[in-house]
Nanobody, 120 residues
Framework: QVQLVESGGGLVQPGESLRLSCAAS????????MSWHRQAPGKERELVAL????????NYANSVKGRFTISRDNTKDTVYLQMNSLKPEDTAVYYC?????????????WGHGTQVTVSS
């Protein structure tokens, strides 16, 4: 059974940091492209950061560049999102996603999300 379980969310003040984790099981984690997405109330879900299967390629939304870092540990089947200098506009539910492009289509798995609230 495929599972993506996010953790590490919470309530923090502006300028503080959080580290999100997403533990995967039920599929070959190391070959999947992993990404973090977020959805704020009343807004569409957006890509925050993405990391390739070989850990060498990363991509970030302009709004988080220089503040967030995505990483993965293929020995632990886990992807992380280090979030520094958090702003109120970072408040959202953060979701973990696994994707594997295949000849017949892309396999995609989503986690259930973890809430991040940035407020003074």
């Amino acid at each position: 059974q495929v599972q993506l379980v996010e953790s590490g969310g919470g309530l923090v003040q502006p300028g503080e940091s959080l580290r999100l984790s997403c533990a995967a099981s039920g599929f070959t984690f190391s070959i999947y492209i992993m990404s973090w997405h977020r959805q704020a109330p009343g807004k569409e879900r957006e890509l925050v950061a993405l990391i390739g299967s070989d850990e060498s390629s990363t991509n970030y939304a302009n709004s988080v560049k220089g503040r967030f870092t995505i990483s993965r540990d293929n020995t632990k089947d886990t992807v992380y999102l280090q979030m520094n200098s958090l702003k109120p506009e970072d408040t959202a539910v953060y979701y973990c996603k696994a994707a594997l492009p295949r000849r017949g289509g892309t396999s995609v798995y989503w986690g259930h999300g973890t809430q991040v609230t940035v407020s003074s």
